[in-house]
């Protein structure tokens, strides 16, 4: 389909805004992102540190779009509960966690020094958190994975 720039930019504010309708994560992943963004600007973080705030926000909403559009997508094509489905879902749920971790580690590291300044506090807790939220995610995304499972008739199988 060959439509104008401007027909393209519509259609990609109609996803956004039904994503954002739907989608619990999305809202919330874009509030703490704009908190994150509103912290770095009331702790004059620097202009490249702001940006990478703004790089490592952009990814997680970005990812939570993506995973979105695979469940949608995955519901659409498979909507019993399917092995192949759930891994597909999985796997994009696996990205958004990914990029929350890392998105997470990037706030601790730039922020982390202007709030521990601000509190008079030593800098030396940094490194252990980026490792804590880190370990963090992975056991989240563990403990979920392992919530999922269900029976399918004669088989077991993860919704």
Same mark, same amino acid.
């Given at each position: 389909? !060959?439509?104008? #720039? ?18 619990? !994560? #999305? ?39 993506? !995973? ?47 709030? #521990?300044?601000? #509190? ?40």
């Amino acid at each position: 389909m !060959n439509r104008s #720039l401007r027909d393209a930019f519509r259609a990609a504010g109609c996803g956004l805004q039904d994503a954002l309708r739907t989608q619990r !994560n #999305l809202r919330l992943q874009c509030a703490l992102g704009s908190a994150v963004l509103l912290a770095g600007l009331a702790l004059r973080v620097s202009a490249s540190e702001l940006a990478l705030l703004a790089l490592a926000c952009g990814l997680v909403v970005a990812c939570e779009l993506a !995973n979105t559009a695979v469940e949608w997508l995955s519901d659409a094509v498979a909507p019993y509960p399917s092995e192949a489905a759930r891994r597909v879902k999985d796997a994009a749920a696996a990205a958004v966690v990914v990029a929350a971790a890392a998105a997470a580690a990037v706030g601790a590291v730039v922020l982390g020094p202007p709030v #521990l300044r601000l #509190l008079a506090l030593p800098a030396a807790w940094v490194a252990p958190t980026v490792v804590a939220l880190a370990s963090l995610a992975l056991a989240a995304a563990a403990a979920w994975r392992a919530g999922r499972v269900v029976e399918h008739g004669s088989r077991t199988v993860l919704k």
